[in-house]
């Protein structure tokens, strides 16, 4: 049975990274699989579930990648690691989740606010630690420096980033590479002092 689950899983991710979520109906993963529904049922009670699962798939293997990419951004310098997130490694894999994406916020949005719920102290956690790392180098404002989880700023650095950026996926304003270059942007031009950003306009130049 947990080959049968790990099928279907893999075969919806297939098909909503593809067509995008609403495209595709759990008639569509059971004739791919041959299976009938009832079987689908045996393993997922309704197409929401099966949902959670595969995002949280991706998920997964977004963090394992990250991690990875961590470990190689190590010397860098606090700009250059969020700058690091606009390679086009990440942007081609956020054009690969794109239809899945916007179908979750658009038309399942109980599920996508769970989902950054979730993501939300990950998120929090790496915009504190970025936040500790450009004070100490001298090119974010001393303002920022001893912010904590707690702190008014960081709920909004988060919700700027995310939140709003999210609202504008959502209604197809702009594509999804110029929505990571606006996260970027939008993040450094509010933490960085006058060393930071003259340090990021340069590297804008030559990019």
């Known amino acids: 049975m947990e080959n049968l689950r790990q099928n279907i899983l893999k075969a919806a991710e297939s098909e909503f990274l593809k067509y995008g979520i609403r ?85 399942y949005p109980d599920i996508h606010n769970e989902f950054l719920s979730g993501k939300k102290e990950n998120i929090k956690g790496f915009i504190l630690n970025n936040i500790d790392k450009g004070v100490r180098e001298g090119f974010y404002r001393a303002e920022f420096e001893g912010m904590t989880v707690d702190d008014i700023y960081l709920d909004y650095l988060y919700n700027i980033i995310v939140v709003s950026i999210d609202m504008a996926e959502k209604d197809n304003i702009i594509s999804k590479n110029a929505l990571i270059d606006m996260r970027a942007d939008t993040f450094l031009r509010l933490v960085c002092n006058e060393r930071g950003l003259r340090y990021y306009e340069q590297k804008n130049k030559i990019r």
């Open 23 to 107: 495209s595709v109906s759990i008639d569509d993963i059971c004739n791919q699989l041959h299976i009938s529904k009832k079987t689908f049922y045996t393993e997922f009670r309704q197409k929401e579930e099966l949902i959670l699962y595969v995002l949280e798939v991706i998920s997964e293997r977004n963090r394992k990648e990250d991690k990875e990419y961590s470990q190689l951004f190590s010397s860098y310098n606090a700009i250059d690691i969020v700058l690091a997130y606009r390679h086009p490694i990440f942007k081609e894999r956020s054009s690969k989740n794109e239809k899945f994406m916007h179908d979750l916020i658009k038309y």
